[in-house]
C-alpha cells in the first residue's frame, strides 16, 4: 500500500483545511487508518484514528471537537478535516495504516504503512 497525503498549507488560526491521505491498491478496506503529526523539534504524535468499516474513532484531546477524521472506502482515500486551528497544530501530518486499529496507538511501533508527510502551518 502506498499512501499519498495532500492538503497542508499555510491558514490563519481561526481557519480550516481539510487533508486527504490517498491510498493505492484494492486492499484499502482492510486496513485501519490514522493521521499523526510532528510538530517542530517534538516527537509524532496521534492525532486521530479510524477502523477498517469507519466505525469506531479515536482523537486525541488536544484535537478533539475540531478535528473529524473520515474515509470513503471506495475511493481508498481518508480524510482530517481540521477545524479552529491553532499555532499548535503546526505540524507535519502524516497518515498511515495498518491491519490492527491498535496499533495505530502507538506512533513509535511497527506501523505497515506510512505516507510522506504534509505540512499544515497556522499563524496566529
Known amino acids: 500500500v502506498q499512501l499519498q497525503a495532500s492538503g497542508g498549507g499555510l491558514v490563519q488560526a481561526g481557519g480550516s483545511l481539510r487533508l486527504s491521505c490517498a491510498a493505492s491498491?484494492?486492499?484499502?478496506?482492510?486496513?485501519?487508518m490514522g493521521w499523526f503529526r510532528q510538530p517542530p523539534g517534538r516527537e509524532r504524535e496521534t492525532v486521530a484514528l479510524?477502523?477498517?468499516?469507519?466505525?469506531?474513532?479515536y482523537y486525541a484531546d488536544s484535537v478533539k471537537g475540531r478535528f473529524v477524521i473520515s474515509r470513503d472506502n471506495a475511493k481508498n482515500t481518508v480524510y482530517l478535516q481540521m477545524n479552529s486551528l491553532k499555532s499548535e497544530d503546526t505540524a507535519d501530518y502524516y497518515c498511515?495504516?495498518?491491519?490492527?486499529?491498535?496499533?495505530?496507538?502507538?506512533?513509535?511501533?511497527?506501523?505497515?504503512?506510512w505516507g510522506k508527510g504534509t505540512l499544515v502551518t497556522v499563524s496566529s
Open positions: 498511515a495504516a495498518d491491519s490492527s486499529f491498535i496499533h495505530l496507538r502507538n506512533p513509535k511501533g511497527n506501523i505497515d504503512y
Open positions: 491498491g484494492r486492499t484499502f478496506g482492510l486496513y485501519s
Open positions: 479510524i477502523s477498517r468499516s469507519g466505525d469506531q474513532t
